[in-house]
């Protein structure tokens, strides 16, 4: 039986990728030194073309973060830095992955995609059984990804020149790890 794929686009958002976003600093050079940019837009016309449904993951909050939890130093740093807000540029998918009518929508408030988001019941709908996963950071939205997502009996498959951590050996290390729950691939592997 051949599994139904979909394809996520996770935390691709201005703040976290755009040159000009918050996360400038963090994410951008490790993903233009990486060729990620290129990649992914590989990877989701290989999607379109092939039929593949594509989703986009957002993290985002209410302009006053009432979803963020002061125990989180993630979240509680993004709300200090101002970054994330919900109906802001900076929560905007990165125009050059921009989602077409029809493609998945998903706003998050933690790092999972599947944490009291409505991923789950769109994927069961679309009757999926295979992610194809992307996105920053690789040992955040990501791992968490693979992670639930072979527990909830998806079939994982990391396409890791569309990933980046903050540093090469944040990347490397994430990907170590997720060996075990998913396949390692390429965007031309794909």
Sequence with gaps: MTLKSMLLVM?????????????????VPLMRERGVYEATKRAIARARAADIPVGYVRVGFSPDYREVSDRSPVFTGARKAGIFQLGSWGTEVYADFAPQPGDV?????RVSPFYATALLPVLSAKGIGRLILSGVSTNGVVSAAVREGHDRDFECVVLEDCCAGST?????????????FAKIMTADEF
């Design 105 to 109: 929508d998903i706003v998050k408030h």
């Design 168 to 180: 090469k050996e944040e990347h490397d290390y994430a990907l170590a790890g997720l060996r075990r």
């Design 11 to 27: 935390d691709m958002i201005n703040d976290l990728v755009h040159p000009d976003g918050a996360g400038a600093k963090t994410y």
